[in-house]
Structure formats: C-alpha cells, structure tokens
C-alpha cells in the first residue's frame, strides 16, 4: 500500500499551497472564534458565546467521525471480517451491525440527514449575524470571509470533513475501532428508524419503476405487517415534508428568515432551489462517477458530453477524481450554509408566530431542524438515488460537465491544500495504520482462501468511498508483478509470524512467558510496518521511473 493519499506535501509546489491554506485555515478559525465571542452569531448571541464556541467545535469533531466513518463503513463490506475480528474487536462489532441486509443503506441514509443537521447547527453557532463587525477588519474582508461564509466553509470543510476522508480512505479499521463511531452508527440508525426520511424510498423505488428494473434488496420481500409499518412511515415522512416547505416558504415570505437584509423574498425563494438543485447535482455527480468508474469504457454510452466527462475525469490515473471531490465538498458545503441562511426562521418574542403555533412549537422551527429535512430529501437523497439508477443518463447532461471542471478548479487553487498536512499530523498522533497492515492485500487475503467479495456494494445506493490517489500513481501490471513479488513474499513470513506468536500469547502459562511472546509481537509489527513502508518507496521510485522512460520515449527530457 502507497503512502498516495498524502500526494499533496511532496513538492515544493505543495508546500506552498499548503502555507497558503493553512494561513486563510488560521484566519477563518481567529474571525470565526472572534465572532462567537463577541455575541455576533446565532446561537452566541441568542444562549452564550461559550454555548456557542462548544457547539461549535463538538459540531466539527463529529463531523469528522460522519465523514470518516462513511469512508470505512463503505470500503470495508469486500473484506471478510474474520480478518480483523481480533485486531479491531469495535470495528468489526459496528460492521457486523451496519453490514447486515440492507443496514448499509440505512445507516447512510440517516447519516445523510446528520451531515446536513451538522452543517446547519454550525452555521447557526459560527455564522455572523446581519451588520457583524469583527476585529476591525475592513468590510471587504468581512464582505470576502463572513458574509460570503467562505470562513466558516474552510473550517468547517478542511478540519471536519476532508482530513478525515483522507485518512479513512485507506484507514479504515483503525478510523472507527472506537465507541465515538458505535455512538454515530446508532444515532443514524435511529434517524433512520423515525421514518423522518423515508420519503426517499419512495423516490427510490420510483426511479427503479421508471427504469423498468425490479427494487433491489439484500433482505427479503417484507410481509403484510412488515410493509404497513414501511408505507406508514413513507406516508409520513410526506406530511412532514410537506409541513416544513409550508412552514419555510410562509416565513420565508413574511421576511422571518435569516436572509440578508434588503434581499427580496422572491429572489430569497429563488436562491433557496437554485441551490438545491446545485446541491443535489454535486451529490448525484459523485454517485454517477463512482458508478461509471467500475465500468470499462465500451459501457460508458455513446453520448459525446458523457464521454468528455469520463475522459476528463479518469485521464492520468484517475487524477481528477479526487480533485472533483475536494471541490465539490467545498462547493456543497458553502451551499449548505446560504441554504441554512435562507431557512433559518426567526420569530422573536412577541413577533407572531408561523401558522399561529405555540411559542414552543415556534422555538422548535426556530432550531433550523425543518430546513435540514427538505435539504436532505430534496437536495441530497433524492439526487443521489437518481444518479445511481441512472448514471449514464446522469453524465449525458452538459451541467455536469461545466460543474465538473468549476470543481476542478476550485481544487487547483490550493484553498484546501491544508487537509493533505493536517491528515498526516492526525495520521501519527492517532496511530493510523493501512487496512493492510492488518489483513494483507487483495492478493494476499485471496491466497488464504479469504478473498473480498467483488459483490458486496453491487446493490448499494448511497454514500462513496472516497480514494485519493497520487496523480500518476496507476501502473502497468508488470512493472507491479516485478516490485511485489519479493515484498508478497516477506510479508507471507512476517503474517505466519504474527499468527503464530498470537496463538502461543494465547495459550501462555505465566505472565513472563505472555511478555516475551508479546515484545516478539512487537518486533513482528514493526518489521511489517517497514516492510510496507520499503514497499512504498520501491513502488514510488518505480514510477518515476517509468514516467521518465515515457518522457524519453516522447523525446522530452526526464524530470
């Protein structure tokens, strides 16, 4: 396993980048706290600016437990879970949970709806008030960082979303083997089981109707009671759906949002699906292309913006694939927070409240709660559940294409460069080790009769794994045949080592004989550890290698 995850802090270049991040990293976080600390937030202005500071942080630390744990709960399904029952006892529990029936798409779903309550709660407690002055900063700062909510969005995004998903991407049973991500598993199940979001199913099986295929499922077909407690909950997540866009749009247009000042309720109401709609086609377009990246090119379609798509996006190894990621999670992300401004209801006491409703009832709109589920329903799920029924179709739209290279962009600026060295610090302080420090590689795990099954997310609908791969990290099979064979080898050794001292820690008589056989455990590990570590350089200098062979052969000189 390559160290390609950490691609961004290898060049001068990168450097540089990362510098520049983490200095706007910085300031955003000082005018955010600075904020909160003045009362010129929500939540800080509204409870206490301390309230505010701690829901804050509490919002972003669990952020990254969502965003991380999306990546392993996805990734690890192939995996036979005897592999890792003993060395990551909590992962494995959580996966024997969330990788029942269809438990995976459960837990994704509420996980969804938390990633956005998530977004909401913090721009609630971070984002300025209307008029905010901070620090004395000038107004075309706080124009640039504060009213646009870039500040927020690159705290929120670099240190809650997109350092976690660097590191659970290829750490996946060290990332959840903790209670923190037992406790996030169990509040999506739940959220799930309310029936709040189950509207979703139904666009679902729509989309599967409207495409002529039978409803996937790896459970079986329910039976009566089974389906009445299903549809009632799907009708009523309707009525709440339809209850909070009565209750949004009537605020909306009696001016008791939080839209800025002197911002027409019409263009509020326009804004409001304009960016759903975005919201939505950055959810679907992730769906779409990691749908159409196990697919050879020959079943990509004929439709000429499709295949520029594809071109565009897995050209040079797949390089532009996480480059989309990092700036669509950039993109949402800000959506998120000018949709929360827009929904956000305000009725102060004494002001009257919506539909007439008790001052508790209009304290629970107030909370933002009601503008998470349309976002959720109508600007994330849904989408994501269309593009996966209908990925082709998907990418055939000339939006996508345009979307995809404003993403693009938006990533070679560098803003959030700063995640590539903030995953590396983590990286070390937690003790994160590759999935295959643990189990092997595919080929590995394949020779001990333990081989992933290629099946097991052919029938998931929701969520991604999110690979980030060095550019030009993708390598002929012979060049990887000729590097692994004599590193498969030593790492066949240093397993059956490992096995062994664990059956003989086992069966120890005394404590003195239980300690040698655990320092020799130690020694194993580590030897693994730098096995995998020679593995990296042998592969990386081979690629370079490689790439200067190509420039010669072009008749360019070599790097």
């Known amino acids: 396993m390559s160290e390609d995850h950490a691609h961004g802090v290898n060049t001068p270049l990168d450097w540089?980048?990362?510098?520049?991040?983490?200095?706007?990293?910085?300031?955003?976080?000082?005018?955010?706290?600075?904020?909160?600390?003045?009362?010129?937030?929500?939540?800080?202005?509204?409870?206490?600016?301390?309230?505010?500071?701690?829901?804050?942080?509490?919002?972003?630390?669990?952020?990254?437990?969502?965003?991380?744990?999306?990546?392993?709960m996805v990734g690890l399904p192939p995996i036979n879970p005897a592999l890792y029952k003993e060395s990551h006892p909590k992962t494995w529990q959580i996966c024997q949970w969330g990788h029942k029936g269809d438990n995976l798409d459960r837990y994704l779903m509420g996980r969804q709806f938390m990633?956005?309550?998530?977004?909401?709660?913090?721009?609630?407690?971070?984002?300025?008030?209307?008029g905010a002055e901070v620090l004395g900063l000038?107004?075309?700062?706080?124009?640039?960082?504060?009213?646009?909510?870039?500040a927020m969005v690159l705290t929120n995004v670099i240190i809650g979303q997109l350092t976690s998903q660097v590191n659970a991407s290829h750490c996946m049973l060290d990332y959840i083997n903790n209670h923190f991500m037992t406790f996030t598993y169990w509040v999506a199940a739940l959220i799930e089981v309310t029936g709040v979001m189950h509207t979703s199913y139904l666009i679902r099986y729509m989309c599967y109707w409207g495409a002529g295929k039978p409803v996937e499922s790896n459970e079986p077909p329910r039976d009566g009671i089974q389906?009445?407690?299903?549809?009632?909950?799907?009708?009523?997540?309707?009525?709440?759906?339809?209850?909070?866009?009565a209750v949004?749009?009537?605020?909306?247009?009696?001016?008791?949002t939080a839209l800025w000042p002197g911002v027409p309720e019409v263009v509020g109401l326009i804004l409001f699906f304009v960016l759903m709609c975005v919201v939505g086609l950055l959810e679907g377009m992730q769906i779409a292309f990691f749908a159409v990246a196990k697919l050879p090119k020959s079943e990509r379609g004929d439709a000429p913006i499709a295949l520029r798509t594809c071109e565009c996006l897995f050209k040079n190894g797949g390089r532009n694939l996480p480059g989309f990621m990092c700036g669509r999670q950039m993109t949402v992300t800000l959506c998120f927070f000018i949709i929360a401004r827009v929904t956000t209801i305000q009725v102060g006491e004494g002001e009257e409240n919506i539909f007439g409703v008790s001052n508790t009832f209009q304290n629970f709109f107030?909370?933002?709660?009601?503008?998470?589920?349309?976002?959720?329903?109508?600007?994330?799920?849904?989408?994501?559940?269309?593009?996966?029924?209908?990925?082709?179709?998907?990418?055939?739209?000339?939006?996508?294409?345009v979307f995809l290279q404003l993403a693009l962009a938006l990533e070679a600026t560098g803003i959030c460069a700063a995640a590539w060295f903030l995953a590396l610090i983590q990286k070390k302080v937690m003790g994160f080790q590759y999935d295959e420090v643990y189990v092997g590689t595919p080929e590995e795990r394949a020779a001990k009769n333990l081989a992933d099954d290629p099946d097991a997310l052919n029938r998931l609908d929701m969520g991604t794994n999110l690979e980030f791969h060095a550019p030009g990290a993708k390598v002929d099979q012979k060049y990887i045949d000729l590097v692994a064979s004599n590193f498969s080898t030593q790492r066949k050794n240093i397993l059956n080592n490992i096995s062994d001292l664990r059956n003989e820690i086992k069966i120890a008589e005394t404590e003195d004989q239980k300690a040698v056989f655990q320092e020799a455990l130690k020694l194993e590990i580590y030897a693994l550890k730098k096995l995998n570590s020679d593995e990296t350089t042998s592969m990386r200098d081979l690629n370079k290698m490689k790439d200067d062979l190509e420039l010669v052969e072009e008749g360019k000189p070599s790097q």
């Open 16 to 72: 540089i980048r990362i510098a520049i991040s983490l200095f706007l990293l910085i300031f955003s976080i000082v005018i955010v706290m600075a904020l909160i600390a003045t009362g010129n937030t929500k939540i800080a202005s509204d409870v206490h600016p301390a309230a505010a500071a701690v829901i804050l942080w509490v919002c972003i630390i669990w952020m990254s437990m969502v965003e991380g744990g999306q990546c392993s």
């Open 115 to 130: 990633v956005i309550f998530i977004n909401f709660t913090i721009s609630l407690a971070g984002a300025p008030l209307a």
């Open 138 to 150: 000038p107004q075309w700062i706080i124009s640039i960082f504060l009213e646009s909510g870039i």
């Open 227 to 245: 389906n009445l407690w299903f549809w009632g909950r799907v009708v009523w997540s309707l009525g709440i759906l339809g209850f909070a866009l």
């Open 248 to 256: 949004t749009l009537s605020a909306l247009f009696d001016g008791k």
């Open 366 to 401: 107030n909370t933002g709660f009601l503008g998470a589920i349309i976002t959720t329903i109508l600007g994330s799920i849904s989408w994501q559940l269309v593009a996966s029924s209908f990925p082709i179709a998907f990418l055939s739209n000339p939006i996508v294409y």
